[in-house]
């Protein structure tokens, strides 16, 4: 067994049964989620239950600006509350927690924008619930053992954060070390080995609250000093819309478990990703790109492409607040786009400038 293939906590049901991907029920799939939901039977379940927490608890400025703030005149803030949700936050979590923490697709200057970057809008994921899972799915896409593996259904891919994405908890001290050189880079303060041993976790439960707290404090103030409770709320409670809805991407992404690559679009054929039009323009996520060059600063290649995170990089490159990045245009062209365009000759090539 490789590290990647041991580095994740494995379900009751297990990742696999007789070398082929276990399909669980949809009660096993429950009954999981509930399992890492119980604080009671162990404190090592705490980070999914503060992300879930966290998810749930957007449920209550958007149920305070509904009752208390909705008005016609206000109307805007719900519509500038999904704009920020769905476009700033899901673009955001394409640079941070994709780009960024999982493939070092590009280095910031200094720990200052790092730290700016990371906190750019309201937090939602923990970082550790992404990253070393997130590995595990480019390593093993559509394979068992991949955390949310398209073909065991849409609720085993979107309960996986608490079924399927923990770190293992009964890793060797070197193993440990090099999980966390996962995760060296991204500003989250990592545990010892002996703080792993008691939580569970590469991230502690008081860092990481405390960041959950100065980053929600932080952007309610922001946005009440914009435009008051209602603003506030209307914000937050958007927030929820992307907190639940990216749950489900990387099942769309992935087909829905039927192959839906398209000739001349789709050029990874090692799995099933698909390049989206609602995902891309909204956050840059070009997913079938982005199997094909998953370490690349952007996955936007062609022109229609539209890619806000890369944006940002190549924004954040001129003035100086990254030092380096990984663009894999040239390489997409000459290798796939090039090569299938003079297989069309009738085809009139897209302008690439």
């Known amino acids: 067994m490789t590290f990647l293939q041991r580095v994740l906590d494995p379900p009751s049901y297990g990742f696999e049964r007789d070398g082929k991907l276990y399909v669980p029920s949809t009660r096993e799939i429950v009954r999981e989620f509930f399992r890492h939901m119980n604080l009671f039977s162990s404190k090592k379940n705490w980070l999914p239950v503060l992300g879930w927490t966290a998810t749930f608890s957007f449920a209550i400025p958007a149920g305070i600006y509904l009752f208390h703030f909705a008005t016609l005149s206000n109307l805007w803030f719900i519509i500038l509350g999904l704009f920020y949700s769905m476009v700033l936050m899901g673009s955001h979590g394409t640079f941070w927690l994709h780009r960024y923490c999982t493939h070092r697709a590009f280095k910031f200057s200094n720990s200052w924008v790092l730290m700016i970057c990371r906190n750019l809008v309201i937090k939602v994921i923990p970082e550790e619930i992404y990253v070393i899972s997130h590995h595990v799915h480019h390593r093993y896409s559509e394979k068992p053992g991949d955390p949310y593996n398209v073909f065991g259904g849409w609720l085993y891919c979107y309960l996986s954060d608490a079924n399927h994405q923990s770190v293992r908890r009964d890793l060797s001290e070197k193993e440990y070390e090099q999980v966390c050189r996962l995760m060296d880079h991204t500003g989250v303060h990592l545990n010892t080995y002996a703080q792993y041993q008691r939580w569970g976790s590469l991230c502690h439960p008081a860092f990481t609250v405390a960041h959950y707290v100065l980053n929600w404090s932080f952007w309610y ?10 603003f506030a709320t209307a914000i937050f409670g958007s927030a929820g819309v992307w907190a639940f809805g990216v749950r489900s991407f990387n099942y769309a992404g992935h087909g829905r478990g039927i192959d839906k690559r398209r000739d001349g679009i789709d050029f990874n054929k090692t799995d099933i990703s698909v390049n989206q039009v609602w995902p891309g323009y909204v956050a840059g996520e070009w997913h079938n790109n982005h199997h094909l060059y998953p370490a690349g600063a952007r996955s936007g290649f062609l022109p ?29 062209m000459k290798d796939h786009y090039l090569p299938w365009l003079a297989q069309h000759p009738k085809l009139e090539p897209l302008k690439t400038s």
């Not at 890369?310 to 663009?327: H, N, P």
Request: hydrophobic residues 50%; glycine residues 10%; neutral net charge.
């Open 221 to 230: 103030f922001a946005f009440y000093l914009l435009g008051g409770h209602a």
């Open 304 to 332: 229609y492409q539209f890619d806000l995170p890369w944006i940002w990089i190549w924004t954040l490159a001129k003035v100086g607040g990254v030092s380096s990045y990984r663009d894999f245009k040239a390489d997409f």
